[in-house]
């Protein structure tokens, strides 16, 4: 609760600053949720993005385990909960002045003819980044005509402990991905450069990932400990990520979804109300 209060004296004592906040694609300062789509990571940072969930800045997580922008775009059935999810049937639910876009590599959970990769065999990364490429630029084009202001949130780094591609086994071939690899941040920030996302001010954002790494977006499992770390804290550090042989998901008691979310609403946050996050805002986003 102590969290949850500093965050509401915060984004109200922000209120004021409001016509300071850079302009939408839009052109106008506007209000509303802050959609946040993705795949598993934000599935594990889902309860630590909701419990920011405040009337004055709603934020809508929306993550489908193993999903890609092409499954996405297109629409796919969840395999978990039997949902059907599109992100313009999700767009026109809520109607978010920001889109937040953050997917780490996997290849997709529909056929090839959607437009996802077919990962049954061997697949290359430039077809994966071009998988990506079409479909991200879709659903940011069609959220910047509907006046939303479109982040492409960065991924955070593989493991190197599990190099990326297509491996053969004593098993036969196991295919590790290409999760977290460098170049679908610089497809990110590729797309931020490039004609349409100059002319709708598509934002690259190093937050969420940084969040979890190095500034220079390099791995690292642990990071040091935050207030509502005190149960998992060792040494001054706490474990963030997954590790062992897994390229890419956060830890699963917790501590690296928090500042994963505080990652994500950040720079949102920051151009839509004109203030910025301090980790005393998080506190309440350690109750698990």
Known sequence: MIG???????????????ALAPPSASGTNRDGPILVVGDSLIVQATRALQSWNLPSVPIIAQGGLGSAPCDWETGYTDPLSGHHLKFSHVFQESQPAAVV??????????????GCVNSSGRYSLPTLLASYKRALTKM??????????????????RNPATPPGLYRGSEGILQYGFNGVPALNRLYQDMARSELGEKFHWIYDPYPAESVSTSSLAWRLNERCMPWDAGGCRGGVVQVRAGGLDAIHLDTKGAGAILYAIGLAQMPLQ???GCGLTSTLAVGLGVR
């Open 4 to 18: 949850i209060l500093a965050l509401c004296l915060v984004l109200t004592a922000c209120a004021g600053s409001l």
């Open 101 to 114: 876009f953050a997917f780490t590599g996997n290849p997709g959970l529909e056929s090839n003819s959607n």
């Open 140 to 157: 940011a084009v069609y959220a910047s005509e509907k006046g939303a202001q479109v982040y492409l949130s960065a991924t955070p780094p």
């Open 271 to 273: 151009r839509m109300k």
